[in-house]
């Protein structure tokens, strides 16, 4: 099984999509998505918990 992270879901208009194996590896991905194409430097953990909200199980 693969956890499915997309930026859209998130809310964000961007077509970044991530798939890991572990739900646990995706958080420090998006961090560094975020900061780079979102401008969001502060990965707060309630930014972390809504993450993890929109992870979908593949």
Do not use: W
Not at 2 to 16: E, H, I, M, P
Not at 18 to 41: C, G, Q, T, W
């Amino acid at each position: 099984m693969t956890y499915v992270f997309r930026c859209r879901d998130y809310g964000f208009d961007c077509s970044y999509t991530l798939e890991e194996e572990r739900k646990e590896d995706i958080p420090p991905m998006v961090k560094m998505h975020f900061r780079y194409a979102h401008n969001i430097y502060d990965f707060t953990d309630e930014i972390r918990d809504k993450v993890l909200q929109v992870v979908k199980e593949k």
